[in-house]
């Protein structure tokens, strides 16, 4: 990775959650404040290949920081979301909540690449020659796991990060969902197991001498997760259990043959650190003993790092690979252990500032980088001292422009999210499910901006 989360009526599953948290509840700016710094990183990650480059040969030497920015933010996505989806209980409201804080930015992103490559700023990854396939790859925000490609080329992790969102809401459904210690070790021995036997991008090859065989592809698994979700959502029993169970196990089955990026290991290697942090939330709450979730989250870390040494002995620079590889996993969960232990203090306003526009500076920082590209007399040698100055600069105005998107694009439409599930919630539809004592401090978690998105996830092109 080089590159670049009033009381409705309830259905017939179960009753409702109780209480619901007090509005503006406390904030927690901790989380916020590692989704700020994640996303620096990986801005870095891709920004030191244009500029500071001298400073990134030296660094990764040691540590790859998109890599360690995308395991911090997947580490935060499996703390946070789903305390969201357990604090309000319903399908329904959790995918409500998905769509309106996910999908809109995400499509801005690609209209803007879309505008770049017009007028000659950026380019669309190959998207260009067959834009109805990369559109039905696009509708499930699984490119990666599909035949579309990545665009913004970050966007491959949002691929994982759904996968994420569709087995939750599956467990969930099944009463199931807090066994999180047993994912995670399940998944990290997979990646033990697996990883040297799973294939990369199996469908999209057997698919790609016919661009209808690719749409065909991507246009089923649409009709399989859009479906299953809207089961999910409108359903009631069985009907929204098949529903989310459908919609995860297409999912599932996509990322475990049909991936196309980074590793053959990837999709087990991010969902046990996904698992991980759900299991380190869970223990603060009381749900698993802390002891031994501190047992389980060093299994699962030994064994993703025995999966990478094992299966990454390929790799182009192999033993400075697996440095990265080892130290970007250790210092993901070492800046998390720090993160928790500083949860209780204040953080600074514009430190929790950056974590809440983090999924705008994640999306639109290649697009930044891409216009800099493209403009040759940008490109002169510079001094130490004048690409820090560029550098600065395209930083400041990646800042400025998610600053805008986030309160132009992305408040708004989680607002309207908000009240488009109050309305539904009146009207009794969507599955709820008690989830027991842990619900009050859900609900306590999910009303800090970090449940807003901790998916955008960082890595390479």
């Given at each position: 990775?080089?590159?670049?989360s009033?009381?409705?009526?309830?259905?017939?599953i179960?009753?409702?959650?109780?209480?619901?948290?007090?509005?503006?509840g406390?904030?927690?700016?901790?989380?916020?404040?590692?989704?700020?710094?994640?996303?620096?990183?990986?801005?870095?990650?891709?920004?030191s290949?244009?500029l500071?480059?001298?400073?990134?040969?030296?660094?990764?030497?040691?540590?790859?920081?998109?890599?360690?920015?995308?395991?911090?933010?997947?580490?935060?996505?499996g703390y946070?979301?789903?305390?969201?989806l357990?604090?309000?209980?319903?399908?329904?409201?959790?995918?409500?909540?998905?769509?309106?804080?996910?999908?809109p930015?995400?499509?801005?992103?690609?209209?803007?690449?879309?505008?770049?490559?017009?007028?000659?700023?950026?380019?669309?990854?190959?998207?260009?020659?067959?834009p109805?396939?990369?559109?039905?790859?696009?509708?499930?925000?699984?490119?990666?796991?599909?035949?579309?490609?990545?665009?913004?080329?970050?966007?491959?992790?949002?691929?994982?990060?759904m996968?994420?969102?569709?087995?939750?809401?599956?467990?969930?459904?099944?009463r199931?969902?807090?066994?999180?210690?047993?994912?995670?070790?399940?998944?990290?021995?997979g990646?033990?197991?697996?990883?040297?036997?799973?294939?990369?991008?199996?469908?999209?090859?057997?698919?790609?001498?016919?661009?209808?065989?690719?749409?065909?592809?991507?246009?089923?698994?649409?009709?399989?997760?859009?479906?299953?979700?809207?089961?999910?959502?409108?359903?009631?029993?069985?009907?929204?259990r098949a529903?989310?169970?459908?919609?995860?196990?297409?999912?599932?089955?996509?990322?475990?043959?049909?991936?196309?990026?980074?590793?053959?290991?990837?999709?087990?290697?991010?969902?046990?650190?996904?698992?991980?942090?759900?299991?380190?939330?869970?223990a603060?709450?009381?749900?698993?003993?802390?002891?031994?979730?501190a047992?389980?989250a060093?299994?699962?870390?030994?064994?993703?790092?025995?999966?990478?040494?094992?299966?990454?002995?390929?790799?182009?620079?192999?033993h400075?690979?697996?440095?990265?590889?080892?130290?970007?996993?250790?210092?993901?969960?070492?800046?998390?252990?720090?993160?928790?232990?500083?949860a209780?203090?204040?953080?600074?306003?514009?430190?929790a500032?950056?974590?809440?526009?983090?999924?705008?500076?994640?999306?639109?920082?290649?697009?930044?980088?891409?216009?800099?590209?493209?403009?040759?007399?940008?490109?002169?040698?510079?001094?130490?001292?004048?690409?820090?100055?560029?550098?600065?600069?395209?930083?400041?105005?990646?800042?400025?422009?998610s600053?805008?998107?986030?309160?132009?694009?992305e408040?708004?439409?989680?607002?309207l999210?908000?009240?488009?599930?109050?309305?539904?919630?009146?009207?009794?539809s969507?599955?709820?499910?008690?989830t027991?004592?842990?619900?009050?401090?859900a609900?306590a978690?999910?009303?800090s901006?970090?449940?807003?998105?901790?998916?955008?996830?960082?890595?390479?092109?």
């Amino acid at each position: 990775m080089s590159s670049v989360s009033s009381g409705p009526k309830t259905s017939a599953i179960a009753p409702s959650l109780g209480p619901a948290a007090a509005p503006g509840g406390p904030r927690l700016g901790w989380l916020d404040a590692l989704r700020g710094f994640a996303a620096l990183c990986v801005v870095f990650d891709h920004g030191s290949q244009l500029l500071l480059t001298s400073v990134r040969d030296v660094l990764y030497n040691v540590l790859n920081l998109g890599q360690y920015g995308v395991f911090v933010f997947f580490l935060v996505s499996g703390y946070i979301v789903p305390a969201s989806l357990e604090r309000k209980g319903s399908v329904r409201s959790f995918w409500t909540s998905r769509a309106f804080r996910l999908y809109p930015m995400y499509a801005l992103a690609i209209v803007l690449a879309a505008i770049g490559y017009a007028t000659r700023h950026g380019d669309l990854a190959g998207a260009e020659h067959h834009p109805l396939t990369a559109m039905a790859s696009w509708l499930v925000m699984m490119p990666d796991m599909l035949t579309g490609p990545n665009v913004p080329n970050v966007t491959w992790t949002l691929s994982y990060e759904m996968l994420f969102y569709l087995l939750l809401a599956a467990l969930f459904t099944w009463r199931v969902h807090r066994h999180s210690g047993g994912y995670a070790l399940g998944f990290a021995a997979g990646a033990v197991v697996l990883g040297g036997l799973l294939p990369m991008a199996a469908l999209w090859h057997w698919t790609k001498h016919s661009s209808s065989g690719m749409f065909a592809l991507d246009a089923t698994a649409d009709v399989l997760i859009l479906g299953g979700i809207a089961f999910a959502v409108a359903g009631r029993g069985w009907t929204v259990r098949a529903g989310a169970t459908v919609a995860a196990l297409t999912a599932l089955v996509l990322a475990t043959v049909n991936q196309s990026y980074p590793y053959p290991w990837s999709q087990c290697t991010i969902l046990a650190l996904m698992f991980t942090g759900t299991l380190v939330y869970r223990a603060q709450q009381g749900q698993t003993g802390k002891l031994a979730a501190a047992w389980i989250a060093g299994a699962v870390l030994t064994l993703i790092i025995v999966a990478g040494l094992w299966h990454g002995v390929k790799e182009p620079h192999d033993h400075q690979w697996k440095v990265q590889w080892v130290s970007s996993i250790v210092l993901a969960a070492v800046t998390f252990v720090i993160g928790l232990a500083v949860a209780n203090r204040r953080i600074p306003r514009a430190v929790a500032w950056l974590g809440m526009i983090s999924y705008s500076v994640y999306l639109l920082h290649p697009l930044v980088f891409n216009a800099y590209r493209s403009f040759s007399a940008l490109h002169r040698h510079h001094s130490m001292t004048g690409q820090v100055l560029y550098f600065g600069g395209l930083l400041a105005v990646i800042i400025a422009a998610s600053a805008l998107t986030y309160y132009t694009v992305e408040k708004p439409m989680q607002r309207l999210g908000r009240a488009l599930d109050r309305r539904l919630a009146r009207s009794g539809s969507g599955a709820r499910y008690a989830t027991g004592s842990g619900a009050s401090a859900a609900q306590a978690l999910s009303t800090s901006s970090s449940s807003a998105v901790a998916g955008g996830s960082g890595g390479s092109p």
